[in-house]
């Protein structure tokens, strides 16, 4: 049985098949509806942070395709504090057919599916946000045909958001480039994984300085410089992160029909202004809508059924 925990887990193969088929499902949806093909079938949300697109769109794409979904709030389950993550995953396993989890530490959700009998989501970690890069890559698709060629460049903290789409890029043959403050890199685990995933001829550089990192850019992505979780920490990265604020002046160094994204929620005019977010280059609510669409096709491989 699998689990999507990482996009790394997958082929680009399959990745590239969960997003042809999240086009058809787009498309199926658009066109009066889906088909029940979740019918009989409840998805588990585990939440341990705050959301609204997870929470959402996960339900959203259980009920469209005929299914429902449970939404357990952090005070409600405990993860690990008022049961072990074992005993959770086995008791859980008898109730729903699938289960998302938003966690703190990437090592719980690992646990989870570890002792699940049903798939498990990873519905983000501390490490990584594989079903944001899903929604992410399909909204490039739509916009530039394929990522292939393609060059996406992070501007930001080297976070879980920004590992997903350097892994999800480079797999599906789009040169990576991030530019992030000294100190905020990403963890060199995941930075060896997307070099090991680039030997398809994608490129990553790491730069420093933004405006380098823009030039030719067709994607600039950025995320919040404060994570869920690094709440304490938010005076000093406030003071570090500035020159990487993606604004008017940094967008118009990169190419002409260059899109700008964030996962969102977006801390406006911090590390996106607001004249940008609501512009002309930026896909910020299509991407969002996209979670849905990408959810429901990786939701249906998990299922086995379409
Ligand atoms: N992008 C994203 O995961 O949003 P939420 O935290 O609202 O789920
Ligand atoms: N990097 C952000 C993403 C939120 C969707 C966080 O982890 O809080």
Not at 260 to 286: K, Q, W, Y
């Amino acid at each position: 049985m699998k689990h999507f925990l990482d996009v790394s887990d997958y082929s680009p193969a399959e990745i590239q098949d969960m997003l042809d088929l999240a086009v058809r499902l787009k498309a199926e949806y658009f066109a009066g509806g889906n088909q029940p093909l979740f019918k009989g079938k409840v998805l588990g949300l585990i939440f341990q942070k705050p959301s609204l697109r997870t929470r959402v769109s996960f339900d959203m794409a259980m009920r469209h395709m005929g299914g429902d979904a449970l939404y357990l709030s952090p005070n409600e389950i405990g993860l690990g504090k008022r049961e072990s993550i074992a005993d959770i995953a086995r008791v859980m396993s008898g109730y729903v057919q699938a289960m998302m989890a938003r966690v703190f530490d990437h090592a719980h959700v690992v646990e989870l599916a570890k002792w699940s009998a049903v798939p498990v989501i990873n519905g983000l970690s501390d490490y990584s946000h594989p079903c944001q890069a899903m929604a992410d890559a399909l909204t490039i698709i739509e916009k530039f045909g394929a990522m292939k060629g393609l060059n996406v460049t992070y501007v930001g903290d080297g976070n879980n958001v920004a590992v997903s789409l350097m892994h999800i890029a480079v797999m599906l043959g789009a040169n990576f480039t991030i530019a992030n403050p000294e100190g905020y890199d990403m963890p060199a685990p995941a930075l060896e994984i997307g070099t090991r995933l680039a030997s398809g001829g994608a490129k990553i550089t790491y730069l420093r300085d933004p405006f380098a990192a823009v030039k030719d850019a067709h994607v600039i992505y950025t995320d919040t410089w404060t994570s869920m979780g690094q709440e304490e920490e938010t005076a000093k990265r406030e003071a570090v992160f500035p020159p990487y604020q993606v604004n008017q002046k940094l967008v118009s160094a990169a190419r002409k029909d260059v899109i700008v994204m964030h996962c969102l929620p977006a801390h406006r005019n911090h590390e996106l202004t607001d004249d940008v977010a609501d512009g002309e280059h930026s896909v910020i609510f299509p991407q969002a809508h996209n979670r849905l669409h990408a959810q429901k096709a990786v939701l249906a491989r998990l299922f086995e059924v379409a």
